[in-house]
């Protein structure tokens, strides 16, 4: 499984959530702690936004914690807003292609789980990839494919019915081709000044998730203000961190949070 973190508030530098923290995303690519598998060393991504509406992209297939460039970036972009992926391939190829965070215009999304036998799933799943979006497949993983059939079914104009129908879809396809493996998920989507979070399993046995305030400079932060989803909290502080309930799903805008029960 992997770990991922997304950031909105006042703009502050990559490295303050990517590496300060004690329990940071770099930290958690080579040792989650709410994690199965607590390596999650097959590449790594950011997406960030700036000035231009469409986000800023840096991915690769080295480690988090062994790329010098991740390092060197992360110190000198400042940003209100942005995602951080660490990936442990659950099958498919290590290449940047597969690395999350997967873009589309002013959108991002990145993913934690997968779709239970994705090679028997495939072919069906990716057939309701619309020919707008099917010329951005460029990879072979299930989330990149996830990501593609929401933007199909309206993602741009009601993320929330999106995912939800896309959820629909994947438990329809499993079950038809008798699928014995669970569908599980955490998921985060943006537009650049909105994110959805999404917590939903099969087997009720979703990745961890939780949304808080890490204890990163108090300067950036608003008082009783919520700036950062992540799969595990950035630091040891329990009233920082708040966990995702199964089955749900959450919207941050302006730094307040909307609970949504997803109705699957």
């Known amino acids: 499984m992997c770990r991922w973190v997304a950031y909105a508030g006042k703009a502050i530098y990559l490295d303050e959530i990517l590496f300060h923290p004690e329990n940071s995303i770099v930290r958690q690519s080579l040792s989650a702690k709410q994690s199965p598998q607590p390596t999650n060393g097959d590449g790594f991504g950011v997406a960030w936004y700036g000035l231009p509406k469409t986000?800023?992209?840096?991915?690769?297939?080295?480690p988090a914690w062994n790329d010098s460039?991740?390092?060197?970036?992360?110190?000198?972009i400042r940003t209100r807003l942005f995602f951080s992926h660490v990936r442990a391939s659950s099958g498919t190829a290590i290449t940047r292609t597969n690395c999350h965070p997967f873009t589309f215009q002013n959108w991002s999304f990145m993913h934690n789980g997968q779709i239970g036998n994705w090679p028997v799933c495939r072919k069906l799943f990716e057939s309701h990839i619309s020919p707008k979006f099917y010329?951005?497949?460029e990879g072979s993983t299930d989330s990149e494919a996830f990501f593609l059939v929401a933007l199909s079914l309206g993602l741009q104009k009601d993320p929330i019915l999106a995912i939800t129908s896309t959820i629909q879809l994947i438990l329809k396809i499993m079950k038809k081709n008798k699928v014995k493996e669970p569908f599980r998920s955490c998921m985060a989507i943006s537009d650049g000044k909105k994110?959805?979070?999404?917590?939903?399993?099969?087997?009720h046995q979703s990745p961890s998730l939780y949304?808080?305030?890490?204890?990163i400079p108090a300067s950036h932060?608003?008082?009783?203000?919520?700036n950062t989803i992540a799969s595990e909290?950035?630091?040891?502080?329990?009233?920082h961190w708040h966990k995702i309930e199964e089955g749900s799903a959450l919207?941050?805008?302006?730094?307040v949070i909307k609970k949504i029960k997803l109705n699957v």
Not at 221 to 226: M, N
Not at 233 to 239: C, E, I, K, W
Not at 251 to 255: D, L, R
């Open 251 to 255: 919207m941050w805008s302006k730094g």
């Open 233 to 239: 909290p950035l630091d040891a502080h329990r009233s």
């Open 211 to 215: 949304y808080g305030t890490p204890s």
């Open 135 to 137: 010329p951005y497949r």
């Open 221 to 226: 932060l608003a008082l009783q203000t919520i």
């Open 195 to 203: 994110i959805w979070a999404f917590r939903y399993s099969s087997d």
């Open 69 to 76: 460039n991740l390092k060197s970036l992360a110190a000198h």
């Open 55 to 62: 986000p800023g992209l840096y991915k690769d297939t080295l």
